[in-house]
């Protein structure tokens, strides 16, 4: 959930928004690119922030406090993962933070890696595959993806080719079958990028000199939006079987990251109460939604409100008059599935590594409750009818399903996930 895409988002919804319904039939299936293979990678969750929301220190200072994460981050017990795995959920996506395990000095990054270690178990013992993803953050000021991933010559770059190939050596120790390594999450190059698929072969090159058999997962660029894997060759790529690929999925993002804090574009700010599908709501309710937010933000200038409330009333009226329905999720994904064949890969080796869309609770004011089931159901669904495989976004926080403090589960979630209530 960090990088690329949401730089370039309003530009990406609105345009894609306004292409007609209808679709092409598939095209045929072209031969296997290797041989078939069976992982525990069907239904999942992402389980951040248990290795992310870090105590860096300052710059000048490039290390951090330990222990490096938070304590107060909500982090799964074993009942919680065991619980999990009775809803129908097979495996969890675990964005892991490089940050700590690249400042730490040998003793406490062992003591890290054990950490990694004892997740991975935990996640095994409850019957949950698990998909380790490097996940480095861009709001760091020193161990960000700039320094780490943006080209094989990136400051921070050999330091973590050496973490992904160590990680692949200490995963490749668990059950196989049940464990893959993700090398990186939303590449921040462009789709097309050569740069990209220089350090996706580095990585992958160290990550296979250290284990021969551990699934290894793969991406395009431009955020791993569904362009990326547009964009990606994966002939080459070959090389490092067995390999899965993947992309994530949060147009419209006008819908999903309404009222998102964390998104730079002004017109986020205040959005809310922006129906899904847009036939289930109106401009004008959503316009004045928008306004009563407006009307108690303090902190923004009224010449900055107003041009973000012009620049709102411009995309809301292009989203409403494309009127997005379930349609709009399957044009999207039938990219993704066309590139599958073109290219002989079964769908099933396709995971949508991230779906979900900010929920209105006591902290965010965002989607209406109903409208995101509705939205993540047509995701959903619209996942499983090409055969790719998913990892909801996420198990905590305002796109979760399990409450922080008390670990409910939210029914609305499991019932729009296809799941069941486990108690």
């Not at 949401?6 to 598939?26: D, Q, Y």
């Not at 160290?206 to 994966?234: E, F, I, K, N, Y």
Request: hydrophobic residues 45%; charged residues 20%.
């Amino acid at each position: 959930m960090t990088g690329w895409s949401r730089r370039r988002l309003l530009r990406t919804a609105l345009s894609t928004a306004l292409v007609p319904a209808a679709l092409a039939p598939l095209s045929p299936m072209a031969p296997a690119l290797a041989a078939s293979a069976e992982w525990r990678f069907r239904r999942g969750v992402n389980a951040w922030p248990w290795f992310a929301l870090t105590r860096e220190f300052p710059a000048p200072r490039t290390d951090y406090d330990w222990p490096p994460f938070q304590s107060q981050r909500p982090v799964p017990t074993p009942d919680d993962l065991h619980r999990l795995r009775r809803t129908g959920l097979d495996f969890i996506r675990l964005p892991v933070d490089p940050g700590p395990f690249l400042a730490a000095e040998p003793a406490a990054r062992g003591k890290l890696l054990d950490m990694i270690d004892a997740a991975v178990a935990a996640a095994l013992d409850a019957g949950l595959g698990i998909i380790v993803n490097v996940q480095a953050n861009g709001a760091t000021h020193y161990w960000n993806p700039d320094r780490m991933v943006s080209s094989t010559a990136a400051p921070e770059f050999e330091a973590y080719r050496g973490l992904v190939g160590e990680l692949a050596g200490r995963l490749e120790r668990f059950q196989p079958g049940m464990v893959a390594l993700e090398p990186v999450n939303e590449p921040p190059q462009s789709c097309d990028s050569n740069v990209w698929s220089q350090v996706q072969a580095a990585l992958l090159t160290a990550a296979r000199a250290s284990s021969r058999s551990l699934p290894l997962v793969v991406t395009g660029g431009c955020g791993s939006m569904v362009g990326g894997l547009a964009a990606l060759d994966p002939a080459p790529l070959a090389a490092f079987e067995p390999i899965l690929f993947t992309f994530h999925f949060y147009e419209p993002y006008l819908f999903s990251h309404q009222g998102a804090p964390w998104m730079r574009e002004p017109v986020y700010r205040a959005l809310n109460n922006v129906p899904w599908p847009a036939s289930a709501g109106s401009l004008e309710r959503t316009l004045a939604s928008v306004r009563a937010r407006m009307a108690k933000d303090t902190e923004t200038t009224d010449e900055a409100k107003k041009a973000a409330y012009a620049q709102t009333e411009r995309v809301l009226k292009v989203y409403f008059d494309a009127r997005p329905d379930r349609w709009f999720i399957d044009r999207y994904l039938r990219q993704a599935r066309d590139w599958a064949d073109s290219h002989g890969i079964a769908p099933a080796r396709v995971i949508m590594g991230e779906f979900g869309a900010l929920r209105t609770d006591a902290r965010y004011t965002a989607a209406p409750n109903p409208d995101r089931a509705r939205y993540i159901s047509d995701v959903r669904q619209s996942a499983e009818s090409f055969g790719f495989p998913w990892a909801f976004w996420d198990l905590f926080d305002g796109m979760g399903m399990m409450d922080d403090a008390t670990r409910a589960l939210d029914p609305a979630m499991i019932e729009a996930l296809g799941l069941r209530m486990a108690e």
